[in-house]
């Protein structure tokens, strides 16, 4: 996860509500379901003692904004009665998270960060296209309505009219290229997929500049008709994205595989060093593996964390309080510029927690 994004949350005060939670709008009951979700999240921050004007700004922002369209998750944290973060993602988390503490609770957010990065979907015939963004709000669709064959005149026969059809869905599809490679400029999305009318999905590619070629993907499914169906598409959109994460979380692992086999390398593991890279903003990549209830030390400053009192007090800080490793570690990776990536099997990581350096 890019982290950039979150620096401002360094410098807000706390505590913090986090809340991470399934927003999918995919059945007649929806918002229903949604009521029901907004009730269980308004009890865990009372029951854990948030005040009202938090819980009020929590719940406001969901119920005044525009449902998805299908499954979907959302990001929420909000503090002083305020909403402070608010990330929409492409994938509910398997399970509600609720937290209310001195520090945001983002694992969550960044383990569905790279299903949230910027992508273009565009639906497309040989009259124009739907091409809707999603990144880190809402998505946002814009239309391309091209033109239609103009009228045969005097004695046009059938061929005629073929060139006249063809000539104008070359034209349109010029069109939507333009469009498009104006929406990657402005939204600098990662991914685009082409999808609807198979010709047409292929000729638009071709016309597409390099650059955007290189990050194009084509699908089955989608339909610019009027009440058509995009469950195919979507099917096949999250297998793309979910096969880009699972590539980018194999090259992590590889990369701290191969540099934690040096012996000088930049990988290292466990609280003890991983606080004391974090300490010196040594930390390029945060690794973050399963650290349940682990705790840690904090200072005032986002990046003062340790294993134990003594370190912070070393640097001048006369109380360190206990922090939840699971908010204090990347919450410091944050407040130092490091990426943020939470892995799964793939590594078994000591205490939870690893990093790549900047330097050794």
Known sequence: MDTSPLRELTTAPGPFASVHFDFSHDTEDAAKQL????????????????????IEAVLRAVRDSEPPVGKAGRSIVAAHGSVVLDRHLAAPPPAPVVRFSALPYLLPLATHEAETLPYLVV????????????????????????????????????????KQTGETARQNLDEVARHVTKAVERSHAGLVVLAGDVQARSALRDRLPEPVRRITSEVDGGSRAPGSSHEELDRHVGEL????????????????????????????????????????????????????DTAVFAGPEPAQVAVGKAGLQALGVAEPEQRRADEAIPF????????????????????GFGALLRHT
């Open 35 to 54: 009521e029901l979700r907004l009730k269980e999240i308004e009890a865990a921050l009372s029951d854990q003692r948030a005040d009202p004007a938090t």
């Open 123 to 162: 639906v497309t015939d040989q009259t124009g296209a739907e091409i809707t963004g999603h990144g880190r709000g809402a998505p946002h669709t814009e239309t391309v309505e091209g033109a239609d064959p103009p009228a045969v005149q005097g004695g046009g026969g059938p061929t005629h009219r073929e």
């Open 241 to 292: 994205l979910a096969g880009r994460r699972l590539a980018s979380l194999d090259d992590v692992a590889e990369t701290f595989r191969a540099e934690s086999g040096r012996a000088s390398g930049r990988a290292v593991s466990g609280l003890e060093a991983v606080t004391a890279a974090l300490a010196e903003a040594n930390v390029a990549t945060l690794l973050v593996g399963s650290p349940g």
């Open 332 to 351: 410091a990776a944050i407040a130092t510029g490091a990426e943020v990536v939470v892995l799964d099997e793939r590594l078994d990581l000591w205490e």
